[in-house]
């Protein structure tokens, strides 16, 4: 069965600091991997999605990197907001449409 | 395009009344998935539906638990004789295609407390 995996729990830093968020998978045979935020009581916005045999994706100050073979991908922030604020999920996707979650990463942006 | 639709964005309920979830796809998207989110848990699988079927129901708690998308309408998921332990963020996805060949998009969710 699939476990991910996220480190740091929380994350604070000063506003337009560069920061990585780390996401870990235990099974690597997956479909696509995909990266969401969630604001406070709200819902799941999802930022980038990565297919099993692409390597990285990018959305503006947003950049996502897969390793299958390590099971691992990242999310790199770049010159990081207090907009930015949020939990970060990753979300593995295997056979049967299920996606596997991350407990996320709570990041905060000091102003 | 309004994303997906889940209503009640709230819902509280005591012991053993049922509580309804509703969710409207986004237009066009014919799969939809639930999902359960239990305070300081992660997001679990729990049903993939298409238009009048289950196709995977393996997250689903056998007892009080149901869901159906019916041909028309929204995706209804069904917990019969709540208890407190249902007390959950319940969120909802859909998708074009299989959701291994596309993006999902996920609903604000509705967040059932059980009293």
């Known amino acids: 069965k699939q476990e991910v995996t996220q480190i740091p729990a929380a994350l604070s830093v000063p506003e337009g600091e560069n920061l990585v968020l780390n996401c870990s998978f235990t099974?690597?045979?997956?479909?696509?991997l995909q990266w969401f935020r969630q604001d406070p009581g709200k819902g799941l916005t999802s930022l980038l999605l990565i297919q099993s045999s692409q390597r990285e994706q990018t959305s503006g100050r947003l950049n996502a990197s897969l390793d299958k073979s390590s099971g691992r991908s990242t999310l790199y922030i770049a010159a990081s907001q207090p907009g930015d604020s949020a939990t970060y999920l990753c979300a593995a996707l295997n056979t049967g449409n299920q996606f596997y979650f991350g407990t996320g990463t709570s990041l905060t942006v000091i102003p | 395009n309004a994303g997906v639709m889940q209503n009640p964005r709230h819902l509280v309920r005591r012991r053993g009344q049922e509580a309804r979830l509703r969710c409207s796809p986004m237009k066009g998207h014919s799969h939809v998935y639930w999902y359960r989110q239990l305070p300081e848990e992660g997001l679990k699988f729990m049903v993939y539906?298409?238009?009048?079927?289950?196709?995977?129901e393996s997250g689903m708690p056998k007892e009080r638990f149901s869901a159906e998308f019916p041909k028309e309408g929204p995706s209804i998921l069904r917990i019969q004789q709540v208890v407190r332990g249902d007390s959950a963020a319940y969120f909802c996805?859909?998708?074009?295609?299989?959701?291994?060949?596309?993006?999902?998009?996920f609903g604000q969710g509705t967040r059932l407390t059980v009293v």
């Open positions: 099974d690597s045979a997956i479909y696509n």
């Open positions: 539906l298409q238009k009048e079927n289950i196709i995977d």
């Open positions: 996805a859909s998708s074009t295609l299989q959701v291994m060949n596309t993006e999902a998009f």
